[in-house]
């Protein structure tokens, strides 16, 4: 079976954080890139983090270094992404996904992605 599920989105305020989990299943987790995307309203997918091979090589789209952190739990088959220092701009739906070529983690396309989950919203008031 495949399986992706996000969890902890939330409303906050701007400067505030927020934890986003990914439960995956053991097949899909050992895909040697697994990252996150969002999309808010109107706008186009834009990827946000990758890491790849368990944590060999990590990026992030410039808009969020140094306030993003995304990491991985072997023993719990889960992603995580910490998000720091919220902007109203972060506000969208974040998707976890996973990409069995790799690609996604080297240019954050979402077009590279090759499966997804419901997601989760993030909104940030200011």
């Known amino acids: 079976q495949v399986r992706l599920a996000e969890s902890g989105g939330g409303s906050v305020q701007a400067g505030g954080s927020l934890t986003l989990s990914c439960t995956i299943d053991p097949d899909t987790f050992k895909s040697p890139c697994l990252g996150w995307f969002r999309q808010a309203p109107g706008q186009e997918r834009e990827g946000v983090a990758g890491?790849?091979?368990?944590?060999?090589?990590?990026y992030y789209r410039e808009s969020v270094k140094g306030r993003f952190s995304i990491s991985q739990d072997d023993a719990k088959s889960t992603l995580y992404l910490q998000m720091n220092s919220l902007k109203p701009d972060d506000t969208a739906e974040y998707y976890c996904a996973s990409d069995k070529g790799g690609g996604f983690c080297f240019n954050l396309n979402p077009a590279a992605l090759d499966k997804w989950g419901q997601g989760t919203l993030v909104t940030v008031s200011s």
């Open positions: 890491i790849y091979l368990g944590g060999d090589r990590i």
